[in-house]
């Protein structure tokens, strides 16, 4: 569970983010571990919605439209990046425990979410 997490943001977000889009979370804002599992769990929430959207399209969608959809993943996995750099060493969510942030539960939800969405398309 932990390893999957920090995979995730360390490797893949939101009171502590603002509540805009996912691209538009103000990274050095984040001050703890929990912030930055609260990063990543607006980050996936965006990316499983794009998901979503990508399956009903189906496959005879017309590529303007698939192209709209990987159009938007673009910030949101740059977004990604900034916030697995920012969330090292003191910041990292190896160290939380469930009961610390209420967000991991979230994450792992998502995250299960996720496995399915990517199962379908």
Not at 32 to 40: D, E, F, L, T
Not at 86 to 113: G, N, V
């Given at each position: 569970m932990r390893k999957e997490l920090c995979v995730f943001v360390l490797g893949a977000i939101?009171?502590?983010?603002?509540?805009?889009?996912?691209?538009d979370i103000d990274v050095k804002s984040i001050d703890?571990?929990?912030?930055?599992?609260?990063?990543?769990v607006k980050i996936m929430q965006e990316q499983n919605d794009l998901a979503k959207d990508m399956i009903a399209l189906g496959e005879d969608a017309p590529e303007e439209e698939k192209q709209k959809i990987e159009d938007a993943f673009t910030p949101l996995k740059e977004k990604q990046k900034e916030i697995e750099r920012?969330?090292?060493?003191?910041?990292?969510?190896?160290?939380?425990?469930?009961?610390?942030?209420?967000?991991?539960?979230?994450?792992?939800?998502?995250?299960?979410?996720q496995k399915e969405l990517r199962r379908k398309m």
């Open positions: 939101l009171s502590s983010c603002g509540g805009g889009s996912a691209a703890s571990a929990c912030g930055c599992v609260k990063a990543a920012h969330c090292r060493r003191d910041l990292s969510p190896r160290k939380l425990q469930e009961d610390e942030c209420a967000a991991i539960k979230k994450y792992e939800d998502l995250e299960d979410e």
